[in-house]
């Protein structure tokens, strides 16, 4: 085994902090490595802080409190306690006790066995609503496998397990933790990510933090991951399929009444010939857009030391030990003595 960080996100959790920690230490009592546990509170008007001092009182500093100046969401508390994760590995959890610590140590293991970057959960029998969670769970599930191409059963189970060099390279912004998998497939291949069915336990105490208006802003940001896993170093691309493919109908439509005006009618009052005008007006705009984007992101790749693509550090560190070809090595097959 190698150091452990668990990662946990809290709002408003003060009834769960004790019985949480109290199963991570059983789960992990015979864990054979170092192992640490970060509480990011992400600006709990209750108990929650304070508890998370007493326990720290209780089990000692590995114990690690992270409170959040206000709310900023799950993502951004979760982008904070990845950060400051010292593991080799790190998993994150939710803080309502629905994830059980139990099936952590089994992760980790998988993970390192089977040379992966990322062992996520699947809450194969889920204890929640049917109308409100599991539903609208598996349309969005459904559609970011077909959009992402990362093929998971449950992207939403915060329960996930992580190799910290790759997950350290992935920013999370706005409310991406629940494409973190997509995220990951940027920076390594999807064969590395793979899903452990684990427990899943109903909620018994405090209120869930989701409702149905999770499920426009999962769209939303589905639309964004789409972009940005396929065309954030070539925006061009996208704008300039969008933008031939206006300019393209309304060619098409001015084309046509071209020839109707030709042949003697009248199109100077037909709705058709200002839709053709304003889809070629589109078509420019878009095209444009696509030029300045392409140039931002040349900037943005060019100016700091963010790559376009993601070499593992096990591989770049047996790259930099790599010889050279020494003359007659090609010829001979042999190393030549020194």
């Keep these: 085994m190698v150091p452990l960080s668990l990662v946990v996100p809290v709002f408003n959790e003060e009834d769960n902090i004790a019985p949480l920690l109290a199963r991570v230490h059983e789960a992990l009592a015979d864990y054979s490595a170092d192992w640490e546990i970060l509480l990011i509170d992400d600006g709990s008007n209750d108990r929650t802080v304070a508890n998370i001092r007493a326990a720290q009182t209780r089990y000692g500093r590995h114990v690690r409190l992270v409170p959040l100046a206000r709310n900023f969401g799950q993502t951004a508390a979760m982008q904070a306690g990845i950060d400051l994760a010292r593991g080799q590995v790190i998993a994150t959890l939710d803080g309502d006790l629905q994830n059980d610590p139990i099936d952590i140590p089994r992760m980790v293991r998988r993970l390192l066995d089977e040379d992966l970057d990322l062992v996520a959960g699947w809450r194969k029998n889920r204890q929640d609503n049917l109308w409100l969670r599991k539903v609208p769970s598996k349309i969005a599930n459904r559609l970011i496998r077909k959009i992402t191409g990362v093929t998971?059963?449950?992207?939403?189970?915060?329960?996930?397990?992580?190799?910290?060099?790759?997950?350290?390279?992935?920013?999370?912004?706005?409310?991406?933790?629940?494409?973190?998998?997509?995220?990951?497939?940027?920076?390594?291949s999807p064969r590395r990510i793979q899903e452990e069915v684990v427990a899943h336990h109903p909620r018994t105490a405090g209120t869930s933090k989701y409702g149905l208006s999770r499920t426009f802003r999962v769209i939303i940001d589905l639309i964004s991951v789409y972009f940005f896993m396929r065309f954030a170093a070539r925006p061009a691309h996208f704008f300039g399929m969008l933008g031939l493919g206006l300019g393209t109908l309304g060619g098409g439509i001015l084309a046509y009444l071209l020839l109707l005006k030709v042949l003697g009618e009248s199109i100077g009052d037909r709705p058709l010939f200002m839709v053709g005008i304003m889809l070629m007006l589109m078509s420019v705009q878009i095209l444009l857009t696509g030029v300045l984007s392409e140039m931002l992101s040349r900037t943005y790749y060019e100016s700091n030391t963010v790559q376009s693509y993601h070499i593992r550090p096990d591989d770049r560190a047996e790259l930099e030990t790599a010889a050279w070809c020494l003359p007659g090595q090609a010829l001979t097959g042999t190393t030549p003595h020194d």
């Design 152 to 188: 998971l059963n449950d992207y939403g189970c915060s329960l996930k397990v992580f190799r910290a060099s790759v997950i350290k390279g992935v920013r999370l912004y706005g409310e991406m933790h629940r494409f973190i998998p997509a995220w990951m497939a940027t920076q390594t």
